[in-house]
Nanobody, 123 residues
Framework: QVQLVESGGGLVQAAGSLRLSCTASGLTFNNYIMGWFRQAPGKEREFVASITWAAERTYGVDSVKGRFTISRDNTKNTIDLQMNSLKPEDTAVYYC????????????????WGQGTQVTVSS
């Protein structure tokens, strides 16, 4: 079965950095657009960033542009999210997701999800 496993979350002070990783198994990895979403308490799950099949293109929500970088390694079936200049409003559970569709922004386009990893940014 398909599994997406995130790692790398934790507690960090504002302006600090974290690197999230996601390892996928049970799917043909390079057939999927991969993305990161996040969900803060009491809020809807929101799109953070995505990367196309062979990393031709990356997309990010405006609030993380210039701070977060998404990357993938198709030889290892992994994606990463390098998060710099973290802010308290980045605090959320971060989810890795895989989309068979070419559409990337809405959670409804993603077929598989990880269990999430908590990121907490203190002020």
């Amino acid at each position: 079965q398909v599994q997406l496993v995130e790692s790398g979350g934790g507690l960090v002070q504002a302006a600090g950095s974290l690197r999230l990783s996601c390892t996928a198994s049970g799917l043909t990895f390079n057939n999927y657009i991969m993305g990161w979403f996040r969900q803060a308490p009491g809020k809807e799950r929101e799109f953070v960033a995505s990367i196309t099949w062979a990393a031709e293109r990356t997309y990010g929500v405006d609030s993380v542009k210039g701070r977060f970088t998404i990357s993938r390694d198709n030889t290892k079936n992994t994606i990463d999210l390098q998060m710099n200049s973290l802010k308290p409003e980045d605090t959320a559970v971060y989810y890795c997701a895989a989309a068979r569709s070419w559409r990337y922004r809405g959670p409804e386009f993603y077929n598989y999800w990880g269990q999430g990893t908590q990121v907490t940014v203190s002020s």
